[in-house]
């Protein structure tokens, strides 16, 4: 039974730094991600990793979050260093197994964490 578990949501002041972890169980998947959800906005990819360690960031973040994995735990990471107030959102956890159009196609989602951002 697959379950995405999240942790590591919270407060922080502007230029703050937080780390995001997600535990994956009862499978391993070739494509880990996160995304995020602002109030009023569509979810939107801020990153992704393959099972092999290749990375891709959205714009916004680029140079500012750092993905990474751990695969023999199952377990992906989002560090977020230097946050601004529009990094605040729900971030999900998402894992898949193929990609279309070159970005990850979920097939399973964890509960989401929030992050407050404040100034």
């Known amino acids: 039974q697959v379950q995405l578990v999240e942790s590591g949501g919270g407060l922080v002041q502007v230029g703050g730094s937080l780390r995001l972890s997600c535990a994956a169980s009862?499978?391993?998947?070739?494509?880990m991600g996160w995304y995020r959800q602002a109030p009023g906005k569509q979810r939107e990819l801020v990153a992704h990793i393959t099972i092999a360690g290749s990375t891709n960031y959205d714009d916004s973040v680029k140079g500012r979050f750092t993905i990474s994995r751990d695969n023999a735990k199952n377990t992906v990471y989002l560090q977020m260093n230097s946050l601004k107030s529009d990094d605040t959102a729900v971030y999900y956890c998402?894992?898949?197994?193929?990609?279309?159009?070159?970005?990850?196609?979920?097939?399973?989602w964890g509960q989401g964490t929030q992050v407050t951002v404040s100034s």
């Open positions: 998402a894992a898949a197994r193929t990609t279309y159009g070159g970005r990850p196609a979920p097939a399973y």
């Open positions: 009862g499978s391993i998947f070739a494509i």
